[in-house]
């Protein structure tokens, strides 16, 4: 962890707050520049005024903050984007609230996270914009996290011999989960540890929605089915790779049943 300058002024994420005494809020933020950071916000219930309504979960702020005993302390905090419509449905907060809690398990603290920040920025605002679909936002949210934190599923060679995903004869890809790809069936004759078998045409898609610029995300008319079995992978795929199943993953399968592609 790099030595930060103090007092400390950046963008940031609100991606945790809780009560703290009587008056107070602690609060974890993401900033490009620093990563994670906790800090402690004084009197932020007590006075509506101290903040302005500014510290809700999502919203994006310039923060300034200050070395405090064994915890930033947050002097200011000015809006810069509430993404205050996807608060408006239980969908869209669930579906941030899966972004928000992966951005804060893998956010280190105190080094830079310029991609990790502008990626949650990005899928907040275009979830916040409406285009693209939230559950076409979700498997590019996943397959460029997995991608930036090193992580990301082997889709296009054997993860063994390295033979082209095109040279395989089955029509689903195997991909042993533990393994982190795709197994071709010479290598997978001594069996698979986690199994799974994806549709060709899904591992496309979600190699087209995990690379290449953004603003094309809007272009994409897939199937409903072809999204839920992208979604069921990548979330197995994971899952895989976290010491626990996180808190807004069943938030979100309960408001849409585990099922992408619903409107």
Do not use: N
Not at 168 to 189: H, K, M, S, V, W
């Amino acid at each position: 962890m790099r030595t930060l300058p103090e007092p400390l002024t950046s963008p940031a994420l609100l991606l945790r707050k809780t009560e703290y005494g009587e008056s107070d809020l602690i609060v974890t933020l993401l900033s490009p520049g620093c990563g994670r950071l906790t800090a402690v916000a004084p009197a932020a219930r007590k006075s509506r005024r101290r903040f302005g309504g500014v510290l809700e979960v999502f919203t994006e702020f310039e923060a300034v903050l200050e070395a405090g005993r064994g915890m930033w302390r947050l002097k200011e905090a000015s809006l810069r984007d509430p993404f205050a419509r996807i608060r408006e449905s239980p969908l869209r907060t669930a579906y941030a609230g899966v972004w928000v809690e992966l951005a804060h398990d893998w956010a280190e603290e105190g080094s830079p996270q310029e991609e990790l920040y502008g990626l949650l920025r990005f899928a907040l605002f275009a979830l916040d914009r409406g285009e693209p679909a939230a559950e076409v936002l979700h498997l590019s949210f996943l397959m460029r996290l997995l991608e930036l934190t090193g992580h990301a599923p082997a889709l296009e060679r054997c993860v063994g011999c390295r033979a082209p995903a095109e040279s395989l004869p089955d029509r689903e890809l195997r991909i042993d989960l533990g393994r982190g790809g795709i197994c071709c069936p010479r290598c997978a004759q001594g069996g698979l540890a986690e199994p799974f078998l994806l549709s060709r045409g899904a591992a496309k898609q979600l190699l087209w929605i995990g690379r290449g610029p953004t603003g094309r995300l809007a272009r994409l008319r897939a199937a409903p089915a072809a999204l839920a079995e992208g979604r069921s992978f990548l979330e197995r795929f994971l899952l895989r790779h976290l010491d626990r199943m996180p808190r807004s993953f069943e938030v979100l399968r309960q408001l849409d049943g585990g099922e992408a592609g619903r409107p």
